[in-house]
T-cell receptor
Framework: QKEVEQDPGPLSVPEGAIVSLNCTYSNSAFQYFMWYRQYSRKGPELLMYTYSSGNKEDGRFTAQVDKSSKYISLFIRDSQPSDSATYLCAMSARNTDKLIFGTGTRLQVFP | GAGVSQSPRYKVTKRGQDVALRCDPISGHVSLYWYRQALGQGPEFLTYFNYEAQQDKSGLPNDRFSAERPEGSISTLTIQRTEQRDSAMYRC?????????????FGNGTRLTVT
């Protein structure tokens, strides 16, 4: 079993839809949770960062962490064609800088 | 440059040859990471450095893989006696401090093809 599980998609939604992306994990030591966005032929770039449980909002993006269920989510409101990319969850434990990534979910937002 | 720079962008090599992949991190970044990313997969951790010290190399697949960062800046990932299964995108990332305190900035990667 992988430490981090993520549905690879693809996920195809119309412009303006609310998108929900999710990851589950097995390592209870994970404390830091991130979402990266990766456009085709580019390196991943950080989108959201959350420490421990709770919600964080940044513009159209909301990240949620539920440590009791070992489940994290990323919501995208009013999705745009420019949001079309692969979204990777990533997490690490305290006292280590080793970041573990999910497989990524490919999202396509069509006009 | 403003970002993490990796070279070469593409490398094609014959099975059995050694290759060296270079990473030039963002100036001043303390931590440097190497990841490998297969098509349709997330980055897979290989190793990381704080300054010149290799902190964790648990992700290196076998002893054909090694990495160094002798002066705490540029890093080289070396693969000896390459095999076809080594073909992948190799990505370098750097951060101000550790991954739990500052985001990783990724380079555009080196696409390695072993024929």
């Amino acid at each position: 079993q992988k430490e981090v599980e993520q549905d690879p998609g693809p996920l195809s939604v119309p412009e303006g839809a609310i998108v929900s992306l999710n990851c589950t994990y097995s390592n209870s030591a994970f404390q830091y949770f991130m979402w990266y966005r990766q456009y085709s032929r580019k390196g991943p770039e950080l989108l959201m960062y959350t420490y421990s449980s709770g919600n964080k909002e940044d513009g159209r993006f909301t990240a949620q962490v539920d440590k009791s269920s070992k489940y994290i989510s990323l919501f995208i409101r009013d999705s745009q064609p420019s949001d079309s990319a692969t979204y990777l969850c990533a997490m690490s434990a305290r006292n280590t800088d080793k970041l573990i990534f999910g497989t990524g979910t490919r999202l396509q937002v069509f006009p | 440059g403003a970002g993490v720079s990796q070279s070469p962008r593409y490398k094609v090599t014959k099975r059995g040859q050694d290759v060296a992949l270079r990473c030039d991190p963002i100036s001043g970044h303390v931590s440097l990471y190497w990841y490998r990313q297969a098509l349709g997969q997330g980055p897979e951790f290989l190793t990381y450095f704080n300054y010149e010290a290799q902190q964790d190399k648990s992700g290196l697949p076998n002893d054909r893989f090694s990495a160094e960062r002798p002066e705490g800046s540029i890093s080289t990932l070396t693969i000896q006696r390459t095999e076809q299964r080594d073909s992948a995108m190799y990505r370098c990332a750097s951060s101000w401090t550790g991954a739990d305190n500052s985001p990783l900035h990724f380079g555009n990667g080196t696409r390695l093809t072993v024929t």
